[in-house]
């Protein structure tokens, strides 16, 4: 019974402390765009071969 006294003020505080963060990432623009990054991987890469990936292209063996 006297753990509760230290374990319900904790708890509160903790979940100030998540509920503080959750804004911090709200006002940071981290959910503003949810759909966009995880659509950007399927999309083909356009842009020119660099002389870094021919020269791994080179390395790898032709099965």
Known sequence: MESLYLLVPLS??????AIRV???MSDSGQFDDMVGP?????????????A???DFEK???EV
């Open 38 to 50: 995880s659509l950007r991987l399927l999309h083909d890469d356009d842009r020119p071969v660099t």
């Open 22 to 24: 959750f804004f911090a």
């Open 59 to 61: 390395e790898v063996p």
């Open 52 to 54: 870094d990936k021919k």
């Open 12 to 17: 509160i505080i903790i979940v100030f402390i």
